[in-house]
């Protein structure tokens, strides 16, 4: 019933910035909880960061932290990922989530099952 589409992945020389967007047409946005992972190939699915329901809790992977800022607009049924920094290992398919996680904090935010609609992923590219 939820149905996310990702925009704004691309090439990008290391150093540079972009800007990922998911959006829906689910009116339920507000309700979920919302996550960024992102896989490179031949490896496991890696916690971006996460964004609770309301927007006033966030948690981001040591990787990401500092660079990577997660805001969601609600009115909009839209989330965003604002990648500054950027690094070749930043170099993968970007996913947004949404699910109930529950309890906000690192070990369910983290986990990929706690999600339940998935978009169909954007791929970035950082190249040295």
């Known amino acids: 019933q939820v149905h996310l589409v990702e925009s704004g992945g691309g090439l990008v020389q290391a150093g540079g910035s972009l800007r990922l967007s998911c959006t829906t047409a689910?009116?339920?946005?507000?309700?979920?909880?919302m996550g960024w992972f992102r896989q490179a190939p031949g490896k496991e699915r890696e916690f971006v960061g996460a964004?609770?329901?309301?927007?006033?809790?966030?948690l981001y992977a040591d990787a990401v932290k500092g660079r990577f800022t997660i805001s969601r607009d609600n009115a909009k049924n839209t989330a965003y990922l604002q990648m500054n920094s950027l690094k070749p290992e930043d170099t993968a398919v970007y996913y947004c989530t949404l699910g109930l996680v529950g309890n906000f904090v690192r070990a369910v935010v983290d986990t990929a099952t706690s999600y339940r609609y998935w978009g169909q992923g954007t791929q970035v590219t950082v190249s040295s």
């Open positions: 689910a009116r339920t946005f507000s309700t979920y909880d």
């Open positions: 964004i609770n329901r309301n927007g006033g809790s966030l």
